[in-house]
């Protein structure tokens, strides 16, 4: 199985022997010994995968790295978070995943409302099986943990990942710069609810859901 491991906060070395690793296209940096690549379709295997590509644009360009070696990867200067899997399921912003074990089965999965109003499509990336993966956040990620008595609300752009027994459901509310009297009055949460983690960026992305 291909080694994660961070070189800094923002470049992922990956060691191979002989095994192979699924990373985002370009994302490449350098990288000794003998490798070799192949250029797939990610956000998705086989028909299903396929065909939610086609109607909600969740999709990313994947590249198969496989050989002796070690792989630098690294994206647009991004702060880069493993994660480590044992049979359950990392959900993931198709444009936070950075890298992940070959051996991980990637998918989508229907989002609802949440994906519908932060504009990044319905459908979410979904990370399967026992083993690696990397993720990017716009600096440092906060790992935040919900409890059964402890519900999150979290803002629409800012939200990276999860995994665990989670439920997400899309609410109306206000954030703190509405009620100060500043940025785009968005007023859309996720609430998740549940046992699990939730990864949550220091930035936002562009969102409608102030416009919605």
């Not at 074990?101 to 519908?116: A, Q």
């Not at 459901?169 to 046992?195: H, K, P």
Request: charged share 20%.
């Amino acid at each position: 199985m291909a080694m994660f491991r961070l070189q800094g906060s923002k470049t992922l070395a990956v060691d191979l022997t002989g095994d192979a690793v699924k990373a985002k296209n370009g994302s490449m940096v350098a990288y000794d010994g003998r490798m070799t690549f192949k250029k797939m379709s990610g956000g998705g295997e086989g028909l299903r995968g396929m065909v939610t590509r086609r109607l909600t644009g969740e999709q990313m360009t994947v590249m198969e790295v496989s050989g002796q070696g070690t792989c630098y990867f690294a994206d647009r200067a991004s702060e880069i978070n493993l994660v480590s899997l044992h049979g359950d399921t990392l959900y993931v912003e198709a444009s936070n995943l950075l890298a992940t074990d070959s051996g991980l089965r990637t998918g989508t999965t229907f989002t609802g409302l949440r994906g519908g109003a932060s504009g990044n499509g319905l459908f979410t990336t979904t990370v399967e099986g026992t083993g690696q993966a990397a993720i990017m956040s716009d600096g440092a990620a906060v790992l935040l943990r919900v409890s059964p008595q402890y519900p999150l609300m979290v803002d629409p752009g800012a939200y990276i990942a999860h995994q665990g027994r989670l439920q997400q459901s899309f609410q109306s509310g206000v954030n703190f710069r509405t009620l100060m009297g500043e940025g785009s009055g968005e007023a859309f949460q996720i609430r998740f609810e549940g046992d699990g983690l939730v990864y949550v960026q220091p930035s936002e992305r562009n969102t409608v859901g102030g416009d919605v």
